[in-house]
Structures are given as structure tokens and as C-alpha cells.
């Protein structure tokens, strides 16, 4: 199956092909992006796989209208700075915390180079607050809170992915940022923060229950969209954010070697054409995760699309992964893994139908995404970027390949002979 045509494609030619206004150029053009919502509004309307689901129909009633609807949303660049333990020595003592010295993101002049957009891209992913977070305020309050479900130190002693920043009301703020999730370490002998793989250990079930009772209400979406029950379900390194009554959780997504990938979101609801589908994804993210009552600045968003697209994607695990990786490959063609998972990158621009698949159905199903499809991953350094299947139901290669596994779906592989298998796994160590 090819890279489909969006469903879109009549209402889009019925809205481009207005006499009144020339055929629109949707190839990437930061100033386009930023300047004309009819542009943003092409770029969404090409790239959506469907307009069946909530989140598409939110989108095109919203978005890229010009004078009504998010457009309308005020950009904002709170001034901010790391969380440190002196703040959360101040929060625990009731005291206030102290303003600091903050800094914003927007430059005064737009970057003009692909190392100065990327530079900035990687400020908007570890310091843009996406909300302020009453959870993660208490949270940092409580001795271990932040240990014991997963948060990162960085190398200055700061907490990464939270910040305190300035609100409109000069308010100081707790939020947290993209990288709460989606940074870690690389694992070297002089390890490096980055966004290649997501933060595994990150537990925001755990993180939602350890403060109960003490704040009311007001909670991330990635929490309220989960029900009280289902919070301890969760475990580290997935989140449930479709708020559709049911317990579907994600696997928190890598972002290694993004820009190589054919679609967006497991349910493959984008086609990803360029930075301006991915910056349009970003900044509508932005919006519906603080609320609906904000939107981040384009140029910001477009940083962000721009450095997400330049990460490479995860190194092997195995630098020598031994004698079976040839063998391994042998058995990789043999069993016709090769057909989705297509050399080199180890991707294609098929899709799988939900069905078909066979792993649990809740997310695929849901009407919050629904596409009816599922994206193939990239098997590019699959061997360090473990749980696996799209609800992250499998905790490692060994299990994924066995034939006594529990999880459901995707069965390719399960009935290999203990050699064959041996080789197979050899070989997916070393790519």
C-alpha cells in the first residue's frame, strides 16, 4: 500500500481552488507558516489521514481560520528557568519561590541557518512549558516525589523536562516541558541528554497518585484522560491521553529518526510531508495541552519541527553484534520481515490495518484518533528502545519473539526454531 491521499483532498481543492486567489504552494516556507493561515490551514487539510476522529474535526473547525478560532489564541513566551532543589526546598517549606533569572525563547531576528533553527528547536523541547502543572508543583514538594517516578537530573543538578516560569499575571508557575517524556540519557560512558529515545523510566501514574488529596482537580490530560483505577496501570513510560472513557494507553513515543518517518502518532493520523506537517502537529499540541487558552509561537514551533527532524535515530545496541547477525538477516528476509520493515531505514510508507495487526484494539479503535491504522515503526536501534508494540504491552525482544507470550498481536517471529531465533535477535542488536 503507497502513501495515500488524504481524505481531505475535495475540501481541499473546493477551498484552493478559489479563482479569486492563486494555487497555494504548500512546500516549506517558514515565513508562509508563520505569516498566512491559509497556508497553515493547506499544510493541515494535505496532511490529516482522516477526518473521521475527534482530534481531525477539532482541528479543522479550529485551526488556520485566520480571524476566528486558534488563531485568535494569544502566543506566548513565558520567561523561565530550570526547577532546582532550592526550589523544591521552598515549595516544601510553604515558601514562595524566588523569581530567579528567567529567559524567553523568541529571537529578535529568525534564524538563518538549519544549525541556528536546530539550536533553537532544542531550547523549545527541554525549556517551553506547555502548562502550568498543579500536579508536578506538589510533586516537587514531597521528599523523593521526583525520584521515584522517573524525572531526569541534568548535569547542572536542574530536573529536566520542569521549569518555573512567569505566567500573564506575574504569577510563578510550575510546568513541565517536552522533555519530561521524550529526553534521556544515551547511555555512554559520557552520557548525553538528548531526544532521541523517550524517557522510559517516567512514571505519571505514579506520579498522579502519590499526590492525591493534595490538588484539586485541575490535572494534565495525560491524567484526567485517565480513569483513578487505571492510574497504577499505567507503569512507567506510557501515557493514556485520548479522554475517551477507556484505558488504551501509548508507549511514549521516540523521537530518533522522526524525520524519516512516513506518518505521525502510532495511528498514523499525518502524513509527514515536511517541517511545516510537523510543526503544524507541534503547534496545535501546544494549544489543546494548555488548555486551549494559549498557542506558542511559530517561529518556535517551526525550531522544534526543525530539530525534531534533525535527530538521528537510535545507534545499535551492539556495535558487534557477533557471527548470527548475518544469519540473523537471513532469517529477517526469510520470515518476510522485510516487507514492512524495509532496509534501510527499516520502515515504509505501508500501513497496518488495526485488525490485521492483532495487539490489544482500545487505542486503535478510539474515536479520539481513530484512523483504522497503525504506522510501521522503524526497527533502527529497536534493541534499546524497548517496551514495544504501540501500547508497550512487551518489555523485551526476548518476550516479543517467544511463543509463550502473553500480549497479543503482531505474531511474526513466535514460531522460530530457538537457533533461528538466536540469530534473529542478534541481528536486530545490531541495527
Given at each position: 500500500m503507497t502513501?495515500r491521499?488524504?481524505?481531505l483532498?475535495?475540501?481541499?481543492?473546493?477551498?484552493?481552488?478559489?479563482?479569486?486567489?492563486?494555487?497555494?504552494?504548500?512546500s516549506?516556507?517558514?515565513?508562509?507558516?508563520i505569516?498566512?493561515?491559509?497556508?497553515?490551514?493547506?499544510?493541515?487539510q494535505?496532511?490529516?489521514?482522516?477526518?473521521?476522529?475527534a482530534?481531525?474535526?477539532?482541528?479543522l473547525?479550529?485551526?488556520?481560520?485566520?480571524d476566528?478560532?486558534?488563531?485568535?489564541l494569544?502566543?506566548?513566551?513565558?520567561?523561565?528557568r530550570?526547577?532546582?532543589?532550592?526550589?523544591?526546598?521552598?515549595?516544601?517549606?510553604?515558601?514562595?519561590?524566588?523569581?530567579?533569572?528567567?529567559?524567553?525563547?523568541v529571537?529578535?531576528?529568525?534564524?538563518?541557518?538549519?544549525?541556528?533553527?536546530?539550536?533553537?528547536g532544542?531550547?523549545v523541547?527541554?525549556?517551553?512549558?506547555?502548562?502550568?502543572?498543579?500536579?508536578y508543583?506538589?510533586?516537587?514538594?514531597?521528599?523523593?516525589g521526583?525520584?521515584?517516578t522517573?524525572?531526569?537530573?541534568?548535569?547542572?543538578?536542574s530536573?529536566?523536562?520542569?521549569?518555573?516560569?512567569e505566567?500573564?499575571?506575574?504569577?510563578?508557575?510550575?510546568?513541565n516541558?517536552?522533555?519530561?517524556?521524550?529526553?534521556?540519557?544515551?547511555?555512554?560512558?559520557?552520557?548525553?541528554?538528548d531526544?532521541?529515545l523517550?524517557n522510559?523510566?517516567?512514571n505519571?501514574?505514579?506520579?498522579?497518585?502519590?499526590v492525591?488529596?493534595l490538588?484539586?482537580?485541575?490535572?494534565?490530560p495525560?491524567?484526567?484522560?485517565?480513569?483513578?483505577?487505571?492510574?497504577?496501570?499505567l507503569?512507567?513510560?506510557?501515557?493514556?491521553?485520548?479522554?475517551?472513557?477507556?484505558?488504551n494507553?501509548?508507549?511514549?513515543?521516540?523521537?530518533?529518526?522522526?524525520?524519516?518517518?512516513?506518518?505521525l502518532?502510532?495511528?498514523?493520523?499525518w502524513?509527514?510531508?515536511?517541517?511545516?506537517?510537523?510543526a503544524?502537529?507541534?503547534?496545535?499540541?501546544?494549544?489543546?495541552?494548555a488548555a486551549?487558552?494559549?498557542?506558542?509561537?511559530?517561529v518556535?514551533?517551526?525550531a522544534?519541527a526543525?530539530?525534531?527532524?534533525?535527530?538521528?535515530?537510535?545507534?545499535?545496541?551492539?556495535?558487534?553484534p557477533?557471527?548470527?547477525?548475518?544469519?540473523g538477516?537471513?532469517?529477517?528476509?526469510?520470515?518476510?520481515?522485510?516487507?514492512?520493515h524495509?532496509?534501510?531505514?527499516y520502515?515504509s510508507?505501508?500501513e497496518?490495518?488495526v485488525?490485521?495487526?492483532?495487539?490489544?484494539?482500545?487505542?486503535?479503535?478510539?474515536?479520539?484518533?481513530?484512523?483504522?491504522?497503525?504506522?510501521?515503526?522503524?526497527?533502527?536501534?529497536?534493541?534499546?528502545?524497548?517496551?514495544?508494540?504501540h501500547?508497550?504491552?512487551?518489555?523485551?525482544?526476548?518476550?516479543f519473539?517467544?511463543?509463550?507470550?502473553?500480549?497479543?498481536?503482531?505474531?511474526?517471529g513466535?514460531d522460530?526454531s530457538?537457533a533461528?531465533?538466536?540469530?534473529?535477535?542478534?541481528?536486530?542488536?545490531?541495527i
Amino acid at each position: 500500500m503507497t502513501l495515500r491521499a488524504p481524505l481531505l483532498l475535495l475540501a481541499l481543492l473546493c477551498c484552493l481552488g478559489c479563482p479569486s486567489e492563486p494555487a497555494l504552494d504548500l512546500s516549506d516556507d517558514v515565513r508562509e507558516y508563520i505569516e498566512r493561515a491559509r497556508y497553515r490551514r493547506g499544510i493541515l487539510q494535505r496532511d490529516l489521514t482522516t477526518v473521521e476522529n475527534a482530534y481531525a474535526q477539532e482541528r479543522l473547525a479550529q485551526y488556520g481560520l485566520g480571524d476566528e478560532g486558534w488563531d485568535l489564541l494569544p502566543a506566548v513566551d513565558f520567561p523561565s528557568r530550570p526547577l532546582m532543589d532550592t526550589d523544591r526546598e521552598s515549595l516544601a517549606g510553604s515558601d514562595a519561590l524566588e523569581r530567579g533569572s528567567l529567559t524567553t525563547l523568541v529571537p529578535n531576528e529568525l534564524p538563518t541557518s538549519d544549525e541556528e533553527w536546530i539550536a533553537l528547536g532544542r531550547r523549545v523541547f527541554f525549556e517551553y512549558p506547555l502548562r502550568a502543572d498543579s500536579t508536578y508543583r506538589a510533586l516537587a514538594r514531597l521528599e523523593d516525589g521526583l525520584e521515584d517516578t522517573g524525572w531526569l537530573r541534568d548535569a547542572d543538578d536542574s530536573w529536566v523536562g520542569l521549569r518555573v516560569f512567569e505566567d500573564d499575571q506575574g504569577a510563578l508557575q510550575v510546568g513541565n516541558t517536552c522533555a519530561q517524556c521524550h529526553a534521556s540519557y544515551d547511555g555512554t560512558d559520557e552520557p548525553g541528554l538528548d531526544g532521541v529515545l523517550a524517557n522510559r523510566e517516567m512514571n505519571i501514574g505514579a506520579a498522579r497518585l502519590l499526590v492525591m488529596g493534595l490538588v484539586p482537580g485541575d490535572l494534565p490530560p495525560e491524567q484526567d484522560s485517565t480513569a483513578l483505577g487505571d492510574l497504577d496501570r499505567l507503569g512507567p513510560g506510557r501515557g493514556d491521553v485520548l479522554a475517551d472513557g477507556s484505558f488504551n494507553p501509548f508507549a511514549f513515543p521516540d523521537f530518533g529518526g522522526l524525520g524519516d518517518m512516513p506518518y505521525l502518532h502510532h495511528n498514523a493520523n499525518w502524513v509527514q510531508r515536511g517541517v511545516a506537517t510537523l510543526a503544524v502537529r507541534c503547534e496545535t499540541l501546544f494549544i489543546t495541552s494548555a488548555a486551549r487558552q494559549t498557542r506558542i509561537p511559530r517561529v518556535l514551533s517551526w525550531a522544534l519541527a526543525k530539530w525534531q527532524r534533525s535527530l538521528p535515530a537510535p545507534a545499535p545496541l551492539l556495535a558487534d553484534p557477533g557471527p548470527d547477525f548475518d544469519a540473523g538477516a537471513e532469517v529477517f528476509d526469510a520470515e518476510g520481515c522485510a516487507s514492512c520493515h524495509v532496509p534501510p531505514l527499516y520502515t515504509s510508507e505501508r500501513e497496518v490495518e488495526v485488525a490485521d495487526i492483532g495487539t490489544d484494539p482500545a487505542a486503535g479503535e478510539s474515536s479520539v484518533r481513530w484512523s483504522g491504522n497503525y504506522r510501521i515503526p522503524s526497527l533502527r536501534g529497536v534493541a534499546r528502545n524497548a517496551p514495544y508494540l504501540h501500547d508497550g504491552s512487551v518489555e523485551t525482544l526476548e518476550e516479543f519473539l517467544s511463543g509463550d507470550r502473553e500480549a497479543p498481536g503482531h505474531e511474526y517471529g513466535q514460531d522460530l526454531s530457538p537457533a533461528d531465533r538466536d540469530a534473529l535477535l542478534a541481528f536486530l542488536r545490531g541495527i
